[in-house]
């Protein structure tokens, strides 16, 4: 059965369900009953603390939600595309910690949120995020500039649609996860 071009298959759906629910579920499952010292712990001088690392998934998925849909929301309706290329890149490659990114300034931790603020920010963007994409009809349809994706295919790809910027904050939330067991397993961790 054919699709209409740039319409969001049931398929597609479910997958960023799953996701974003899975990545959301690894953030709370990492850091459930942790003592504020284990929160705090910072394994050197220029690495995040596991709050830091929480209060920067929570703003990278609250940029999404605001500015980033905003901007999709605006921009002109475009043609045929293919982006089964770029949702397997995002899927594959942002969790990839070998890969070193300077993440937006706005993204940096400031001390926002205490860590049960946080994660709760994090739960409820989880939701916003999966409705977004559920009721945005135009989701596929509309793509903007990304400069992660820039950065991690060095230039190759450039645009991401709603959809893919939904599996971006995902992929970025898997990829965070893993930094935060990385603390977890410094030596000097708090047990």
């Given at each position: 059965?054919?699709?209409?071009?740039?319409?969001?298959?049931?398929?597609?759906?479910?997958q960023?369900?799953?996701?974003?629910?899975?990545?959301?579920?690894?953030?709370?499952?990492?850091?459930?009953?942790?003592?504020?010292?284990?929160?705090?712990?910072?394994?050197?001088?220029?690495?995040?603390?596991?709050?830091?690392?929480?209060?920067?998934?929570?703003?990278?998925?609250?940029?999404?939600?605001?500015?980033?849909?905003?901007?999709l929301?605006?921009?002109?309706?475009?043609?045929?595309?293919?982006?089964?290329?770029?949702?397997?890149f995002?899927?594959?490659?942002?969790?990839?910690?070998?890969?070193?990114?300077?993440g937006?300034?706005?993204?940096?931790?400031?001390?926002?949120?205490?860590?049960?603020?946080?994660?709760?920010?994090?739960?409820?963007?989880?939701?916003?995020l999966?409705?977004?994409?559920?009721?945005?009809?135009?989701?596929?349809?509309?793509?903007?500039?990304?400069?992660?994706?820039?950065?991690?295919s060095?230039?190759?790809?450039?645009?991401?649609?709603?959809?893919?910027?939904?599996?971006?904050?995902?992929?970025?939330?898997?990829?965070?996860?893993?930094?935060?067991?990385?603390?977890?397993?410094?030596?000097?961790?708090?047990?």
């Amino acid at each position: 059965m054919l699709t209409e071009i740039g319409v969001l298959t049931q398929a597609e759906l479910e997958q960023c369900r799953r996701y974003v629910e899975q990545t959301g579920d690894g953030v709370s499952a990492a850091t459930d009953e942790l003592s504020e010292e284990q929160w705090n712990f910072k394994p050197g001088p220029e690495r995040w603390s596991i709050a830091e690392i929480v209060e920067h998934v929570v703003v990278i998925q609250e940029l999404v939600l605001g500015p980033i849909r905003g901007a999709l929301a605006a921009a002109p309706v475009c043609g045929d595309r293919d982006h089964k290329r770029v949702d397997e890149f995002v899927v594959d490659r942002f969790p990839d910690r070998s890969i070193k990114l300077q993440g937006p300034e706005p993204g940096k931790p400031t001390g926002r949120w205490n860590p049960a603020e946080a994660l709760e920010r994090l739960t409820a963007n989880c939701g916003q995020l999966t409705e977004y994409v559920e009721s945005t009809p135009d989701v596929r349809q509309r793509v903007i500039e990304a400069a992660p994706l820039i950065a991690i295919s060095k230039g190759e790809l450039r645009e991401m649609d709603g959809y893919q910027w939904v599996l971006a904050v995902a992929a970025h939330t898997e990829r965070h996860t893993e930094q935060i067991r990385e603390v977890q397993g410094d030596p000097g961790y708090p047990g």
